[in-house]
């Protein structure tokens, strides 16, 4: 059984940082690239940031130099590191492993004062 489970979201203050972790089972995780979607009311989903198996990662423009995509292959896991957060920040964050195309069930970001 596939499983993808999101953590850490929160409610944080413009400027504030948090850490969205991804806890993965069910599949060959070192040779699968990871991303980080996200999905704002009445808007698309979207790439936020990808990472290979071998750690290349690639991230939208609209969050280079802001966040940071990690991944533990021991652990089976994948991480977000989002700092100097902004409001445009706020969605629905989810985890997706792109060989079977998996989604985790998301973890909601809130960036407000």
């Known amino acids: 059984q596939v499983q993808l489970v999101e953590s850490g979201g929160d409610l944080v203050q413009p400027g504030g940082s948090l850490r969205l972790s991804c806890a993965v089972s069910?599949?060959?995780?070192?040779?699968?690239?990871m991303g980080w979607y996200r999905q704002a009311p009445g808007k698309a989903r979207e790439l936020v940031a990808g990472?290979?198996?071998?750690?290349?990662?690639n991230y939208a423009d609209s969050v280079k130099g802001r966040f940071t995509i990690s991944r533990d292959n021991v652990k089976k896991a994948v991480y977000l590191q989002m700092n100097n957060l902004k409001p445009e920040d706020t969605a629905v964050y989810y985890c997706?492993?792109?060989?079977?195309?998996?989604w985790g069930q998301g973890t909601q970001v809130t960036v407000s004062s």
């Open positions: 997706h492993a792109e060989l079977g195309h998996y």
């Open positions: 069910g599949i060959i995780f070192s040779i699968n690239s």
């Open positions: 990472i290979s198996g071998g750690g290349s990662t």
